[in-house]
């Protein structure tokens, strides 16, 4: 028998921290026996309880106290931090600690240091500046180096429990999904809300990843005016949604379909090739935006406005455009380098980049997911991601919506 | 063996009957063998094919020939029809007709009599009325009455063939389904191009069938505007839509939903029984809107605009409404007996009423059904009606851009 | 200001009932207190907390507890139950109170009586059978009778809390889905060891509700072993199932699909028709099987083994059978007085009846919801039925795969 | 005007090749007039027909005739095909051939020579080995070197329209779909049956594309029973289903789940990484086997039987596995470099590989893709591989059905 006391701090009734900790002891067949509870006794005040896990063994126990991290669980006595050196680049030392991507504190030499930048299945590495001095960060495995400290075990590791948005909004309660039957207008003007409020605080970033369905459905020209107006400060997409949006805006057409008319026009099928055949000619993008062949468009807007983006690569992409980075290792070292400062996410008819940027996003960053497939929403937005909002709606429509509402015609 | 010359005509290259014929007649074991075949040149020529179809015996031959009558295959020499008295009400005599919803000729005293009201799964029957003179009319199996005589076999029956409307459109090849990908303002203009087309034709009606999401995504109204403004001439529901439409209106919710503010309101979950409740003790909707105790929404507008409605009961009722027909035998002969001059049908957010819809139309009646769930769509497009068009997108926002079309502010 | 105790009791964190009720509170706007909160130490203790609740005006006060009553949350001082006569058949009296599915307790005379039948959404009549021993039941709007006594307001009613069974399970936590991505023999297994449980307590049945795909599916064959060996103590579904199964034993197809080949047979399109011709000459399935015309499927083995079913008529209907009840209210009806001693519910692949059903079942019964469409599975898991299960997979396999569970060969 | 007459040769009429043409012209605003129809007579006989198509100009005609190609529509006078030097690596000359997937012939220097392996959307480079002696074969874009020699316009190509295989099938006609509704074991039974038919021809390859889900669904072990027993002959996957396999057989989770209990396991969330960090640490999965470390599982029987597998690199990827080819297009051209040869691929719950594929395959690879989301095989099925058949069903009772029947227990 092992058994170990956890702390849950935060609002863990209606977060349903607390709930998710029960459970998941109760799934792994261990037993619990709360030691303290103080419920705050209004909406606002925090709560508190500590927990008693008991499991039939010190391993099983480790492995309960892991999982029970990720729910924002911290040992009563936290101890300090372990690390273990990088043998081989690349190969992390056995029992490293896997993180989190709430808010972390890791601690080494007697203090508590935060993690800067918290990003979910990372390793912890520590380094000491000046003497005394440590500076913790989370780094993926393929990027650990030979010599690297990386922490291990549990100990000297606390988080901050994930606490959902409260009061009363259009969002439904322990679903992180709104569904296809409310009220779309009502939930587009919520959206709009939070990215106006994410903008008003200074140096917070509004990051849009984009699917090939935002040209289909025929949103690219509001896409573009958001950039244009300033509401989109980064972009991820791959290059499927880049060589639409340049072949729509080059050649009039989306996958051969006239986006202006919904008629399919003469040149189709090899249309999107020609698009990237010319792009690769030109170099990049922006040198085919500065040669005046590409005059419109969001990745046009985007070169316009200087806003960074990332396309990053795919197994079935055409071409590719010269700007994907093929590599996808080095895509999503691009893209981590960019969120920084992102407060909120919109992920519009994209798969394959929201869940790859969800698995890099702290848990902080407001997250919407706007997808017609209600199955791709539940995926998205039940990948760990606390914050993360499914909204299950035609992708065009939304979007058009959501134009309307940051920037009406004058 | 067993053989029989079929015949098909009209355009049945483009529109894939023939191909459709072919494909019966191989998944039902037999063999063709094109004896002509007369190709349209252009697309607007008719073609005409004459098919010899060879099974192993007279009653599969019969069985197949039945099948193919559905595809628009007539036999070469369709004889005259053979009539047989019912003997007891609602039971057909055996090896009766069972009608298509295409145009129908039956050939009885030596004439080919048109077939008023085509209905799919129906028996034939034919009366006389002035010596040599014979009128013929789809009735449905429960409506027979001793003494009828119904067509029994396929002699003296023949269909036209489906034609599948063609010229430039949004709409796809050989599909009855608008992806959720295609640009959805082109087919909203383009709907409301075919409800604008529909209403220039003298008599012609436009019936909307609705269900309770129409409300629950915030176009209630929407729906009540196009029914103020004259564009919708009948309305199918069920009591889910009527109640949360009256709902909404006297109370502000729709299943506890504000939907003014996407809220959950007080009162909530019993809200939908209280307006039920009080519209039974005024006695009917219209008494109730005459009481001023409705004062808005699609129910009222249809009783101020005297648009006819028929409220179809659904085993999952609440209440009902009084001025549901919780007989549904009864209520789908309600609903047959307005169909007569419709000519298009918008089939909004409804799984259950747009199917026992489409059951009853005639196949010329232009259909959109729209819905969020790609598999409602297809279910309701496939099934029979050749005219059937699904648009999976989101119906609060597709109504209200239909809306914008139709009734554009002042 | 308006302010009210509220209390509740049972597994009050790990059901979240503590979690949701804070939810409503806020939700609507008005504000809580913890005044008292008694946590359970272990997985096996009850918890209860006692919430004092703030609101603007007395109406939206009482229009919240009335909310909060679903949730399982009872006034401190509950007062003795008002009663106010029905006026009119059919129609209650103003403020009556609106039930839950929960278990249910009145206060008439000083003492509680418990509620017999508890289903949501229904009236409850109070009748004093001696003087000062009272009954009281639910009743549906539509049969209420004038002087029939209602209970109004919620003074005097109590409810108990919804407790979700725990231990470790393969169902997930917070969710009334399985998840489509998990190993579905686990689940198989599992609902097959439920069906075992229910069936060892004395008294306690299984329904079955079942949808036209477990035909089309090819599991017609699977249901019909498990009635025969008596696994299913109730069946209810609608003129499709009983028509598609009848079909495919008589004429070897369903929807003109032979399920023995998968290929299209002869005869197809009126397949459906003439079987049901045949059993309206008949009379009845029962006459039917009775004449030997039956000898096989689903319905010939509940009339064999004497396990009733309800056919409830739906719109869509072709005929339909004469064992259909065409009246949907009636139909409802003849379900309810079937449900008592029901303790597992099988929904297969069934949207109409299945949510039919889950409206009339009290909350304790385990309900496991099984369709391949998650949007059905998520509207019926979630349709205030706090106990049902939604899983997404192949209806045709899963059946299957319960019935080597259940009725493996010998 | 500008007209040019047009070729059709096969099944034109049953593998609605000839109602495809004349949309596509009608659907580009374009005339067509038939100019010659020799229709099969019988279902073996093949077509042929003339059309003469008509646009109003010549670079509309050429666009509208590189459409038609892609349906099989070969210019009647085909001429000799343009060739055009690479100027700069990676980019092709303006007005550029782009494949089909169609068997293709290029006319070169008076003789036509087949093009050896044909990939949708690529050029067409043309060699001359011996003098008169010319190789012609699919280059992508990224590969095209300065110098090659590449198609240029459509004189030239000719291409043999796709055929869809007839017979009585449990598959539907017109669509590339299996329903979720349709006899599921008759179709299990059906694909064993063409894999089975495939691997009876000399040389014939079955490719299997795996998802995680089909770890998570448990069918891992039977896919490792399919690879062991000699049915599939290459694999294409991801980092997701790889480490997955492994973790699930080294470590007995998948995602945290225990496989075999469907419970959560301790040490869940990091479980992943784990065992990624250890196949790191050992180079190579092959090492990993060697060692003995991994000692079950599809990447364990792919090892062992020596199946090649390529495991394509995607950007949401955790590690990844040194396997794993983080650069796409490296990693699409080795999957490139396997596929002759193959005959039928098995697309089992996946996405994203399964696109890629699809893109690299001719279009006689009888393809199967299966997964429980109607959307995702929608899309699949959909995309130019006439061949792909969908099946709407549960994966992991799929593949346990094709696994009783290809490896039956002794």
Request: hydrophobic fraction near 45%.
């Amino acid at each position: 028998m092992a058994t170990e006391q956890v702390e849950l701090r935060g609002h863990i009734i209606d977060s349903l921290i607390l709930a998710k900790v029960m459970d998941v002891i109760i799934d792994a067949g261990a037993d619990y026996r709360l030691v303290e509870v103080d419920i705050g006794r209004t909406n606002t005040d925090q709560s508190r309880a500590v927990i008693e896990v008991t499991t039939g063994d010190d391993s099983s126990l480790e492995a309960l106290l892991d999982e029970l991290h990720v729910h924002g669980a911290n040992r009563i006595d936290p101890g300090t931090a372990d690390v273990s050196p990088v043998e081989v680049d690349g190969v992390l030392p056995p029992g490293f600690y896997s993180t989190t991507n709430l808010p972390t504190w890791v601690r080494l030499g007697q203090r508590w240091w935060p993690v800067g930048n918290p990003e979910m299945d990372c390793a912890l590495v520590a380094s000491e500046g000046q003497p005394g001095e440590w500076v913790a960060r989370t780094v993926p495995m393929h990027r650990v180096c030979a010599g690297d400290l990386v922490v291990v075990g549990h100990s000297g590791v606390r988080v901050e429990a994930p606490n959902r948005p409260r009061g009363a909004t259009p969002f439904e309660f322990m679903t992180s999904e709104v569904s296809s039957e409310k009220p779309k207008a009502l939930i587009v003007a919520e959206v709009a809300e939070r990215v106006r409020r994410a903008r008003s605080q200074p140096g917070a970033k509004v990051l849009a990843v984009c699917g090939p369905a935002v040209i289909h459905t025929g949103a690219g020209p509001d896409v573009a005016r958001l950039v244009a107006a300033g509401w989109i400060d980064l972009l991820f997409a791959g290059n499927g949604f880049a060589t639409h949006d340049i072949e729509s805006n080059v050649l009039g057409t989306s996958l051969g379909v006239s986006v202006g008319e919904g008629t399919v026009v003469e040149g189709g099928h090899a249309n999107h090739l020609r698009a990237i055949n010319e792009i690769r000619r030109y170099g990049s993008i922006a040198a085919a935006v500065e040669a005046g062949y590409l005059r419109g468009g969001v990745m046009y807007e985007c070169v316009r406005a200087g806003v960074p983006f990332v396309l990053g690569g795919s197994l079935r992409d055409d071409g590719p455009l010269p700007d994907v980075i093929t590599d996808v290792v080095a895509a999503a070292d691009a893209m981590r380098s960019l969120l920084p400062g992102v407060s909120v996410a919109l992920m519009l008819a994209s798969t394959l980049h929201a869940i790859a940027t969800g698995n890099l996003l702290p848990a902080w960053v407001e997250t919407f997911c706007v997808d017609i497939n209600q199955a791709v929403v539940t995926k998205l937005a039940d990948r760990g991601s606390h914050q993360a909002l499914g909204v299950v709606t035609d992708v065009g429509l939304f979007i058009r919506g959501l134009c309307d509402q940051l920037c009406p015609p004058a």
